[in-house]
């Protein structure tokens, strides 16, 4: 149950593209395709941002998808806005577990 | 609008016990797995545990096993933690959520658990 890795922080200007990695291990990542995203706005509860590699749920702008090569997982966030400031966290099931990434803060200049 | 209340947090000592509980509205809380999930002060989230939609079947972090007990009444729509032999390091906010597949797509605010002498 060891945690998944991501980069501490990213940063973007708004308008751009930025792309968060999430590095796993075949008994995670690599073994499932149920990696899911969540956003978190300080204070806030997470939210659901992408699931099961690449779906988004209701709501959720199509500026924010994602994808999975191998042990690796990426959420990328297209035309950044302000509002995405926030921290970004991806969270894969694990056989009997479930387990999140160390969580990425996403700065928008 | 599917909505989840956790409550029971506080101060508790080391080695003391507290209950969690989360109150489900708005979605049919019987037919859904749920999980328990902390966040330390200034740290990322970390899972707890998981029930099944049933009770049938309960899977926990190794940092909580056998210290720490998750539960239903499908009767009440309400998801429990029972928490004993606490540390130091079970200080954190702890939230619940419901399951979609194998994602968490509705969480509560939170309740604070702090473990100090």
């Known amino acids: 149950q060891s945690a998944l890795t991501q980069p501490r922080s990213v940063s973007g200007s708004p308008g751009q593209s930025v792309t968060i990695s999430c590095t796993g291990t075949?008994?995670?990542?690599?073994?499932?395709?149920?990696v899911s995203w969540y956003q978190q706005h300080p204070g806030k509860a997470p939210k659901l941002m992408i699931y099961?590699?690449?779906k988004r749920p209701s709501g959720v702008p199509d500026r924010f998808s994602g994808s999975k090569s191998g042990n690796t997982a990426s959420l990328t966030i297209s035309g950044l806005q302000a509002e995405d400031e926030a921290d970004y966290y991806c969270?894969?099931?694990?056989?009997?577990?479930?387990?999140f990434g160390g969580g990425t803060k996403l700065t928008v200049l | 609008q599917v909505q989840l209340v956790e409550s029971g947090g506080g101060v508790v000592q080391p080695g003391g016990s507290l209950r969690l509980s989360c109150a489900a509205s708005?979605?049919?809380?019987?037919?859904?797995?749920m999980h328990w999930v902390r966040q330390a002060p200034g740290k990322g989230l970390e899972w707890v545990a998981f029930?099944?939609?049933?009770?049938?079947?309960?899977y926990y972090a190794d940092s909580v096993k056998g210290r720490f007990t998750i539960s239903r009444d499908n009767s009440k729509n309400t998801l429990y933690l029972q928490m004993n032999s606490l540390r130091a390091e079970d200080t954190a906010v702890y939230y619940c959520?419901?399951?979609?597949?194998?994602?968490?797509?509705?969480w509560g605010q939170g309740t604070l658990v702090t473990v100090s002498s």
């Open positions: 099961d590699v690449s």
């Open positions: 969270c894969s099931y694990a056989g009997s577990s479930v387990v």
């Open positions: 075949s008994s995670d990542v690599g073994g499932y395709n149920y």
């Open positions: 029930i099944r939609y049933d009770g049938s079947n309960k």
């Open positions: 708005g979605f049919t809380f019987s037919s859904y797995g």
């Open positions: 959520a419901k399951v979609r597949g194998y994602s968490l797509d509705y």
